[in-house]
Nanobody, 119 residues
Framework: QVQLVESGGGLVQAGGSLRLSCAAS????????MGWYRQAPGKQRDLVAT???????NYADSVKGRFTISRDNAKNTVYLQMNSLKPEDTDVYYC?????????????WGQGTQVTVSS
């Protein structure tokens, strides 16, 4: 069983910063790609940023230059540093990890953390 526990969401004024963390625990053989997605009520879940095992990153155009994704492999943790936050960044943020096992791999999702940016 694998669990992803997110933390770091909250309420911040526009222009402020937040740092999200997502720690994976359980019977993990390896963690492949890790990422952050966000979703507003009634809308689809959209990619925010991803990072590979080789630390190659990919960002949504809307967050480039403001958000930074990173990972600590020793801690099985992925981070999202969010700067210059805008009201339109308000969403529930979910982390995603592709976890490797001896028999293959599987995607897991965190429980979601609310980020609210006030104008």
């Amino acid at each position: 069983q694998v669990q992803l526990v997110e933390s770091g969401g909250g309420l911040v004024q526009a222009g402020g910063s937040l740092r999200l963390s997502c720690a994976a625990s359980g019977s993990i053989f390896s963690i492949n790609s890790m990422g952050w997605y966000r979703q507003a009520p009634g809308k689809q879940r959209d990619l925010v940023a991803t990072i590979t095992t080789g630390n190659s990153t990919n960002y949504a155009d809307s967050v480039k230059g403001r958000f930074t994704i990173s990972r600590d492999n020793a801690k099985n943790t992925v981070y999202l540093q969010m700067n210059s936050l805008k009201p339109e960044d308000t969403d529930v943020y979910y982390c995603n990890c592709n976890v490797g096992f001896r028999w293959g791999s599987r995607n897991y999702w965190g429980q979601g953390t609310q980020v609210t940016v006030s104008s």
